[in-house]
């Protein structure tokens, strides 16, 4: 599965890849059922906290001081680390980030690495360009797993399987899992127990490990890894080395900072008031843990999303995915349809900022397509942790779309707004809009050509009355 | 001498829906206020701004507040044209940061300006009230349209499953993911649908035309009715479409 950065090679256009995933009835159902529970669950455990509203300032101030002082607090995190016996690695983008950690997983001798689930790394196609090396990566993360044993793509950042059903996994698991039963059953407890076997033995065997990271706190040189299913704490014990890949953006200034991100984090994406397994390492420990620590800095156009005054904010993100599961276009088309590793509202805001100047004219315009995702209804900007004002990008970034674009649309955009800047030419609009009373049926429009067709495909349209309001006011109050 | 208002129609209103802007004539005078209708106001620039044309809203920003110069309140019955105007309007121009704050929606007006709830209405209909998300998300309008419908005599609320939901209008939405856009309004039909009501109702026409025209077009029966025509509705003088 080729990919270019940040997105999936050869991905559709948003509206196109909506439209087969609208007529998937098992994606529809699962979606909704999924992103119902998990908004109810985390609307109780955000109405628990008093203090919510200021949390979510709180988050919001932290990261704009790093994202304002990201030079220094970069330098800063540099030195803690290597302080501490890390090394620290600079990469410009996903090729540069492939080949180091390529390059690291070679020097440690090994042909198989453990990985924890990782938006980092499945933004820049690590897996494929391991495969290309000769190093096979293990997804531990079960749904990533299940992603990666099924050659499928993600469609969730925190629940990447969300479109698959228990047989669909049984399936996966008996045709691609090494050592699943022959007779494996569609009960969940067996499910899971198969993966734990598989895994088991690759956390024992496994010299390398590969991680993200959700926060690098810039004053100690901490790591933080926040995970649900104990996959990641075996992967940042047990290997010899242990490599991370992590977004220059995910930095905290210092440790007591972490205190806000760990409550805002679970309660948002998992409902949980704290997580299973936090896990946090600072450099090398001799005798506990792994013997070489490697940290890989990742820029991949974010210091070019960072130029951008309004679209910056996309970089306060900590991929909790809170903003998917209320948002009412991801429940209906799933995640892939966004073609990317980011689906939902974020991903309309990240995918064309990191992805912005592509020389590939179908991503252009996939990217291009996914600020206008959106019906701007604000349920993301509600619930964001870190107060992102996503409907606020997106708008912005619908302007950089239109921009020099000489569409149809432009050109109507334009005569609209030409006939709205004069009273006179409003009103003779809205009389010449009163010929649609002649092509309607007991006051509806039931057909129009295109482009109006797109509205009464699904929906009648009311002929305008004879008499506009401004009309009726002139002609009774005037 | 009553609060003198001036009525922002919009748009979308004074060319397909002008019963609405009637209806809001009709219940302002009712409660005493002097309306006016300042003839120089065409569009907010809402659909220019929201697809990513800024200029073109900016400029329709600065003629609009121009029309409206010179009045302490300014009624809408629209929560995203509403919206445009006090939230957005700041960000594009000086000149139309002073309408963004005297510019009202409809029922915040009745609640928290004329400090009422009960405006005297009867319509004897089952209804649900869908919330419109920038009435919701945009002004926190809150439960103030519930509170004014459950003052309406005879009228039957009943309360719409999942009514934060998006209905999937969303301006040039409907149109550029116009399948997106019939799979979130299916689901808002069938939630509709679920409540046995005769008539769904909200506080903006635009979101109003995408259920309405959806229901029509499955011939429901059901109708959409602008909030404003039932709380314009007496026994006296009872609720009727012009024909």
Redesign the interface.
Known sequence: MGRNPVTWLGSPTFPNAARDALADTQLRGNLAHATGTIRTKRAAAVAELPDWQRLRHAGEAIKDDILSNLDVYLEQLEASVTARGGVVHWARDAAEANEIVLGLVRDAGADEVVKVKSMATAEIGLNEALEAGGVSAIETDLAELIVQLGDDRPSHILVPAIHRNRSEIRDIFRRAMPGAPADLSDRPRELAEAARKHLRRKFLSAKVAISGANFAVADTGSVVVVESEGNGRMCLTLPETLITVMGIEKLVPTWSDLEVFLQLLPRSSTAERMNPYTSVWTGVTPGDGPKAFHLVLLDNGRTKTLADKVGRQALRCIRCSACLNVCPVYERTGGQAYGSVYPGPIGAILTPQLGAGTDDPETAALLKSLPFASSLCGACYEVCPVRIDIPSVLVHLRGKANENAHTPEAVAMAAASWVMESPTRFHLAQKAATVLRLIARRGRVKRLPWPGSKWTDSRDLPAPPKESFAAWWRRTRG | MGTRVALF?T?L???????T??AVVRLLERLGCEVD?P?????C?Q????????A?AT??AK?HAKAFDGYDSVVAPSGSCAGMVREVYPGLHRSAVSVAGRTYELSEFLVDVLGVTDVGAYFPHRVTYHPT??S???LGVGDKPLQLLRAVRGLDLVELPAA???C??????????????????ADKMSNVLDTRAQVVTAGDNSCL??I???L??LKTGVRSLHLAEILASTEEEPWAA?P
């Open positions: 129609a748009c209103t004074d060319t397909f829906f002008p019963d802007a009637r209708f003839a120089a106001q065409t569009c620039g659909m220019h701004f929201n697809t990513g044309y800024r073109h400029k329709l003629r998300c920038h919701l998300r945009m934060d939901s998006c999937g209008f969303g301006g040039t939405f409907a149109l550029k993911n116009a399948e997106t856009s019939t799979a979130m309004l035309m995408h309405g025209g959806g029509s077009r012009t």
